[in-house]
Nanobody, 114 residues
Framework: QVQLVESGGGLVQAGGSLRLSCTAS????????MGWYRQAPGKPRELVAG???????NYADSVKGRFTISRNNARYTVYLQMNSLKPEDTAVYYC????????WGQGTQVTVSS
């Protein structure tokens, strides 16, 4: 069964930090690029950070320099370190594969207050 379980969200003041975690089933994680996505109210889901199986990363311009994606291949886990958070980062955050995707998990809510 393909599963994606996100955690680590919460309420934080602008300028604060959060670290998100996502555990994926092997069929999605092994050998595939993984990504963190977010969806704000009334907006489409967007890819904010991706990491290849070998570790190369890419980021949306809106988070570049503030967010860092990493992965632990032995634990099928992907992380998103979010620093210098802004109110516009408020969204539900999801992880999933980039090229091969499973059913979306429940996500984790990130709320940044001004």
């Amino acid at each position: 069964q393909v599963q994606l379980v996100e955690s680590g969200g919460g309420l934080v003041q602008a300028g604060g930090s959060l670290r998100l975690s996502c555990t994926a089933s092997g069929i999605i994680f092994r050998g595939n690029a993984m990504g963190w996505y977010r969806q704000a109210p009334g907006k489409p889901r967007e890819l904010v950070a991706g990491i290849a199986s070998g570790g190369s990363t890419n980021y949306a311009d809106s988070v570049k320099g503030r967010f860092t994606i990493s992965r632990n291949n032995a634990r099928y886990t992907v992380y998103l370190q979010m620093n210098s958070l802004k109110p516009e980062d408020t969204a539900v955050y999801y992880c999933n594969g980039v090229n091969i995707q499973g059913s979306w998990g429940q996500g984790t809510q990130v709320t940044v207050s001004s």
